[in-house]
């Protein structure tokens, strides 16, 4: 496979336009904007840089066709096989699609297989088979009456979603929202646009009908706030930072109260306690659930809390791991982190690093920027010992920097674990089954590991709890995002 993929790392890449109502455009004003790569800091390409007017033809075109109806009113079943061909079409290009989105935000090619082009089959595959089995329902009433309770498409969804896994997290949006028979208007971010693009392509392909789906590039505070701001979208589905979720919910309330839903950050604790099954486990899966795609992951495991008693060994243990872990070029399969996805985030991760020092932390690995002759944006695994009260412990950094802390009992230990503003992933590792269940009932997450990290699938909702965000992703209960209940009340 190795060949191939060199084969695709040097493919020339086109500017890149926006897809509107079936076509592709230029934005209106003609800027583009330049897309860089982490791999070795070089331009690619460039992208359309969609203004306000553009969001607004996005719009248009995708209330027309959700009020023609090709898709909107199509039979749940022949909406089934569209989707399906879209997952047949994705698999297909499935190296090229990797590829591309490797080129563009320097994800590890190995990891990127699976959790883009992979996932987001998947998660199409999911929806697809699920659309015609959610049902109405009929309400328990008298003789003299039949109460109906149905389930609508909202209209139109627009989908803002990041740079780290633009495929699958595009595509736990698309997917629902689309089996629920909505049109969508997709903004990717502006630094990692090329795999969606390559995506709406595919789902022309699959014969998605013209304005269902529509992908306008560009940047945030244009675009995306002329989509937090425009009066005709019903839903709002965004994952990403904190702030940012903050000013849409505040153009939500400016414009027409459309719902917004939103996954945002996490310091997501990783509990490991003395009686784990398998501590060599432990600490490998601990490591790699931070250090995946140098960090760059909502759900990883950024604070690892140990009980005291295996603190240091399980602590230095970690730090071996971390120390051992290749990073380098994101294309190469024998990598195993690959680039951050900017030097304006490698800058970031480099500042959390020089002010954990400058608290008191101590280094154990890492903490420097690397590779720099390659002219891309590489960073070490880093891994501090903090306490609770350290910025390290409490903010996200998104990038390779693990916060190991001790604790003295299973109260200590969710006593630090609750200690952040966040809650959308977490893990205990015991062997004691009742703690287990006591820790998954303690510990404030949308999503609680035990004895693992990161394995969950299409058939479980992934969604935070306090400023981690609301709504979910995945599952059936993504679907109910996109849909309206309306009650029919009929006298008989």
Known sequence: MQDKIDRLRTATITPQGLFIGGNWRSARDGA?????????????TMIADAGA?????????????????????TAPAERKKVLFRIADLIERDALELAVLGVRDNGTEISMALKAEPGSAAGSFRYHAEALDKVYGEIAPTSESVLGLIHREPVGVVAAIVPWNFPMMIGAWKIAPALAAGNSVILKPAEGASLSL?????????AGLPEGVLNVVTGRGAVSGEAIGLHGDIDVLAFTGSGGVGRRLLEYSARSNLKRVYLELGGKSPNVVFADAPDLEQAAKVSAFGIFRNSGQVCVAGSRLLVERSIYEEFADHVAAIAA??????????ATQSGAISSEIQLEKDLGFAGQALSEGAKLRTGGGRILEETGGFYMQPT????????TLAKEEVFGPILSIIPFDDEADALRIANATPYGLASAVWTGNLSRAHRMVRGIKAGVVHVNTYGGSDNTVPLGGVRQSGNGHDKSLHAINKYQDLKTAWIQL
Request: include cysteine.
């Open 383 to 390: 891994v501090f010992d903090v306490t609770p009260e350290m």
């Open 53 to 73: 007017a553009d969001v607004d033809a996005a719009v248009q075109a995708a209330r027309a066709a959700f009020e023609k109806g090709a898709w909107s009113k």
């Open 324 to 333: 051992k872990i290749k990073v380098g070029d994101p294309l190469s399969l």
């Open 197 to 205: 693009l390559k995506l709406a392509a595919l789902c022309a392909e």
């Open 32 to 44: 583009l904007l330049d897309v860089v790569s982490p791999i070795d800091g070089r331009k690619l």
